[in-house]
Nanobody, 127 residues
């Protein structure tokens, strides 16, 4: 069983920054693509960012490009999401997730391709 634990959420003013972390309890962390998703109240869960198992490739949804950066430290079994220039529309619960197959980096913006999810961390951006 894989456990993913997010941290780093909170309340921030528009224009501010937060760094989310997601710690994984698995020895095979380094062979899986990891993703970040978010869900705002009354909306469906949406893709935010993904990072290849090696960390050499990343992918972002258009609305966060240039503001968010996904990274990982395989030695620490941790993936990060640095969020800068935050906007009120970024307010949501943010989830990290593990891709369902090792060494895969396709369709990584599709939620059902991920098999393990964290409990989520709330990010609130005030205007």
């Amino acid at each position: 069983q894989v456990q993913l634990v997010e941290s780093g959420g909170g309340l921030v003013q528009a224009g501010g920054s937060l760094r989310l972390s997601c710690a994984a309890s698995t020895r095979t962390f380094s062979i899986y693509t990891m993703g970040w998703f978010r869900q705002a109240p009354g909306k469906e869960r949406e893709f935010v960012a993904a990072i290849r198992w090696s960390g050499t490739s990343t992918y972002y949804t258009d609305s966060v490009k240039g503001r968010f950066t996904v990274s990982r430290d395989n030695a620490k079994n941790t993936v990060y999401l640095q969020m800068n220039s935050l906007k009120p529309e970024d307010t949501a619960v943010y989830y990290c997730a593990r891709y369902s197959r090792p060494y895969y980096y396709v369709n990584n913006d599709v939620a059902h391709q991920y098999d393990y999810w964290g409990q989520g961390t709330q990010v609130t951006v005030s205007s």
